[in-house]
């Protein structure tokens, strides 16, 4: 399945988008709540991180925490995919 993240050049990837991702990969057993997230990359506005999040939900890069309103965490599948990202 091919998704709208896995279709981009890493080069189009943007730099809040991309700060958010190294964020996740680096505590990738973590789960976050948006507002932990948006502490952890002070410098990317909370809508660029509310708005990642969302579109990593849908795509199943993320997967809701059970028990926690709005807490997400990575999948295994979604880990690969961003570290390929990344390079």
Avoid: C, Y
């Amino acid at each position: 399945m091919t998704t709208r993240l896995t279709g981009r050049p890493r080069r189009l990837l943007t730099v809040n988008r991309r700060r958010i991702v190294v964020a996740l990969l680096h505590h990738p057993n973590r789960s976050w709540t948006v507002r932990e997230l948006a502490e952890a990359v002070p410098d990317v506005p909370e809508g660029a991180v509310r708005d990642t999040i969302n579109q990593f939900l849908a795509e199943s890069i993320l997967r809701p925490v059970p028990h926690r309103a709005l807490t997400i965490a990575l999948t295994d599948t979604g880990q690969g995919l961003l570290k390929r990202l990344v390079g």
